[in-house]
């Protein structure tokens, strides 16, 4: 018999009783709340936070995975909004080498998504993939992540079919024979000729990044990355999330309804939140503005993490994942780090992250250091 705790609105001061599928269930309805931080508290020591559990995870070889631009550029305009931006500026290979050191040993990253859309020249892109591989240890997984269609009015193609073909030719010699992933943050894309020609070259290894909670994982795909941002987001305060309407809940669906799919999911940890200042509970301000979104609230992750790992079903969880780019392009937003101390800036400087976003991107470091040695994010 299992212990679920479900956490209600304040309404009455009782405590109900029932049984469910044979689950004993206990309702909590607390009026003052200072009770309800009080439980909260009480549950975070515990680790007793309204899910189910599900055992068996092999903690030490899980996904701990980042995506970020594999050319580490401040403005990657270029192949994402529309083709009529400048070229990114190439890294250097000593920034490059620093990127790689941070992200798998101090950030305790085992795969990395490297995202590329033609924002630099292919030639000059080749190179850079190559460092990357020549960098990171090989026990390391180097994804290379390719964005087929831009975010303009037209859905533009980011690359003509010869041009895929010698990306897919350079990345299964060069970075990785049998993996290749497909970054999209919009839903059910037409991704076109594109993704037919990288399905008969990966017929096996192909990943969609980005997965939103209502899609569903169909060939050519065989896992996921799935955004989990207004799961995580919705709550201003830990217990604001945990309670009934808010993200906890919907995080919970969201890992249910993939626990009916036959494959496996790396779940996205989020640094970057929404601005909480414009609701009372932090609900959805209705606008996403690097100006303005806020770092995730602490401990947040820990719970969702927690929460993922106990309500997924074993062979349909491969770990967890999160998304730089955004905590790029928020960071070198003047109103918080600037684009001299932005993410990517520290990245190849080879410096540790310390600004406005640093508390859940540690937070998220410190699970993922966690799983390597084999811990829950819960303990």
Known sequence: MQFVAVFGLCITSHISYETVHDQVTVRLYMPIPYLRLLLLVILLATGRTGWSTETGHDLGNMERSFWLH???????????????????????????????RLLTDTYAANRLYLVYHHEVPLADNQQVFRWWRQHCPAKVTLIPTLVLRMYDKEQTPVFTLDELRQLVEFFQRSVNSEQLAVYDVYPNRDQGEALKLLAARYPKGLIRVG??????????????????WSGFCHGKTNADWLDRGFGAEALRQWIEDRNRQPHLVAWDLIVVAWDYAATERGDYP????????????????????????????????????SDLLILQANSANPAHDGSRDSFYETLKRGEAYTGYYAVPFQEIVTIYSGLMDGKSPGT
């Open 286 to 321: 209705g606008y996403d503005d690097a100006a303005k979104n806020m770092p995730l609230p602490a401990g947040r992750n820990r719970l969702a993490a927690d929460g993922i790992l106990r309500t997924a079903r074993v062979g349909c969880v491969a770990g967890f994942s």
């Open 70 to 100: 594999a050319s580490l550029c401040a403005k990657t305009q270029k192949g994402y909004w529309g083709p009529g931006f400048p070229p990114s500026l190439t890294p250097s290979e000593q920034e490059v080498r620093n990127a790689a």
């Open 211 to 228: 997965i939103q909670p209502d899609e569903k994982i169909e060939a050519p795909f065989v896992s996921a990355v799935q955004d989990t």
